[in-house]
């Protein structure tokens, strides 16, 4: 309690305390207008079919087309994703990383900025040297040098295995670029990465994602989800039927304790039907 009391600079004099609420009230509303901007961002990036080559023919036919007719591929994680494990021509996913990188960057590189302002400012008034002491304090780490040492004793575990798995991909994109006429930079560049690491999961451990997704249907997926909430939590959901709600596809389920069956509240549960992909949206509870 005396922890958190100083973090919430209760030592402090009333002029300053009220300094610190500003400046976490700040903090939070920015946190909260990153986000928006990144969920609010609809750009797109436009490619034609060939541009497209190694994208499942269904995803591809799912996009959205200019009247020029070429394909729209969003930054949206649906999109995204795919797009990147899949497209094998390298300028496709070189122009899409770049776009994804650079999504809301005038609006959240000045969120950033303030955001790292406002840290510094909090952790002198509450008496830490910076913010990551002030962060670590009630983490297991306790300290950033513990962190720091943690992170380099890791790297010099892992540089080992990064670098065999890296050899691995060069390999298949030496092998790639040669076959189809692609420019080879010799090295693994970030919009190569995870177009080489899904080739290695396919063709080395024959695991392939867009056929694994067959496996679990959404239903499948909803029932198993909420089934590992129950048995955790010790809670009992069942569906409400004809629910009031503001649209077909929301779900509406009661919330009881499975043991004394007491009503303990409602929540919804959405999924949103996108073109080539289905968004389950975080519950809402009543």
């Known amino acids: 309690m005396i922890v958190l009391g100083k973090r919430n600079g209760l030592h402090l004099p009333s002029e300053k305390q009220e300094k610190v609420k500003e400046i976490k009230k700040r903090m939070s509303d920015l946190s909260i207008n990153f986000s928006k901007n990144l969920a609010d961002e609809n750009s797109v990036v436009e490619f034609t079919q060939d541009d497209l080559v190694g994208l499942p023919e269904d995803f591809v036919q799912s996009l959205d087309k200019t009247d020029e007719g070429k394909f729209c591929v969003s ?33 959240n590189t000045k969120i950033l900025e303030e955001l790292v302002v406002l840290r510094s400012q909090l952790s002198e008034l509450l008496g830490y040297k910076n ?35 890296l050899d691995v991909y060069l390999e298949y994109k030496t092998k790639e670029c040669s076959e189809f006429g692609y420019e080879n930079d ?82 919804t549960w959405t999924c949103i039907h996108a073109k080539g992909s289905t968004v389950m949206r975080p519950f809402s509870v009543y």
């Not at 094998?88 to 650079?102: I, K, M």
């Not at 503001?246 to 303990?264: I, Q």
């Open 75 to 107: 930054l949206k994680y649906p999109h995204y994703f795919p797009a990147m494990k899949k497209a094998r021509y390298p300028r496709t996913r070189q122009l899409l990383e770049a776009a994804f990188l650079s999504r809301c960057k005038e609006p």
């Open 131 to 165: 913010h990551a002491s002030y962060i670590t304090e009630l983490r297991m780490s306790k300290t950033p040098e513990t962190v720091r040492k943690f992170l380099a004793e890791l790297g010099e575990r892992i540089g080992p295995l990064r670098d065999r798995e």
């Open 186 to 267: 010799g090295r693994i560049n970030g919009w190569d990465y995870r177009y080489y690491m899904n080739m290695v999961e396919e063709k080395e451990y024959s695991v392939d994602q867009h056929k694994l997704k067959e496996y679990f249907p959404l239903d499948v997926v909803t029932e198993g989800l909420l089934s590992i909430y129950q048995d955790l939590l010790g809670l009992k959901f069942a569906e409400v039927s004809n629910p009031d709600v503001w649209h077909k596809d929301v779900k509406l389920f009661s919330c009881t304790d499975a043991e004394s069956e007491t009503l303990l509240g409602c929540f």
